[in-house]
């Protein structure tokens, strides 16, 4: 049957909470699995327990603790932003296909197919719960799969833009499409600048911008697949991501 087989591609597909985080890199997902290990309460509690041991008042090991807090939460999201950012990438290039339900998702419903067009235009896209909205299309259980099944998902599976006609579903009112860009290139510039810090590569005595041919060598040897065009990014590209981690990690080194 033709909805079994849809069903059972989807099964197989990966769901984008899960994409994103196997999209990283192996360091990468070491790293997040490290920051996802801290419990956050746990951590916050401990982190205020070391600042009054080392007689500091309340207030300032309450600062302290949340400044600590603040920093994981910010390096959590800034490795699921770099997953998103290269699942995004791989859309466009065909590398991987995502399917999805429309909502509400009813048991004769067949998956669809989205396009990387549908998704990199949508207004709101939620990878925790797999849920996206775009030109009066609502999405849910969003999965993502290799693209040596595209065929075999074409045969059975609906565009995204069918999928109402197949599932009977009602029309909601259409929203403007934003034109479809290349993949941002913030994550990957602060990949690039947490990796050479790491390496000992920032020098944080000299000027900020003299490390921006070093940002790009990382990009164009690590991540080419972002650079479209010799000379990318560009320095203000650069100094806009990099400025506040340059400053925090020069605040931090004194």
């Not at 997953?83 to 995502?98: D, F, H, P, S």
Request: hydrophobic share 40%; with cysteine.
């Amino acid at each position: 049957m033709v909805e079994e087989a849809a069903y059972n591609i989807w099964k197989q597909a990966t769901p984008a909470r899960q994409a994103r985080y196997m999209a990283l890199s192996k360091d990468g997902r070491t790293e997040l699995d490290r920051l996802l290990a801290q419990n956050a309460a746990s951590a916050f509690m401990s982190d205020i327990e070391r600042s009054l041991s080392k007689a500091r008042s309340g207030v300032e090991a309450f600062q302290e603790a949340a400044s600590e807090l603040s920093i994981v939460v910010e390096a959590r999201q800034a490795l699921y932003k770099q997953g998103e950012a290269r699942i995004l990438a791989w859309l466009r290039k065909g590398t991987v296909v995502a399917v999805a339900y429309e909502a509400p998702r009813k048991l004769s419903d067949l998956p669809a197919e989205v396009p990387a067009e549908v998704i990199c235009a949508a207004k709101s896209l939620d990878w925790e719960t797999g849920t996206l909205k775009v030109s009066g299309l609502h999405l849910v259980e969003l999965r993502f799969l290799p693209s040596q099944y595209a065929e075999e998902i074409r045969a059975v599976v609906p565009p995204a833009t069918d999928v109402r006609a197949s599932n009977q579903a009602e029309t909601e009112p259409s929203e403007p499409t934003r034109p479809v860009g290349r993949p941002a290139i913030g994550p990957f510039i602060e990949e690039a600048f947490r990796a050479l810090l790491k390496a000992g590569e920032i020098d944080l005595s000299t000027s900020m911008t003299s490390h921006y041919p070093l940002v790009r060598k990382w990009l164009e040897n690590v991540r080419p697949e972002v650079i479209t065009q010799p000379g990318m990014p560009g320095d203000e590209a650069i100094r806009k991501t990099i400025s506040p981690l340059f400053k925090d990690a020069k605040k931090r080194s004194n």
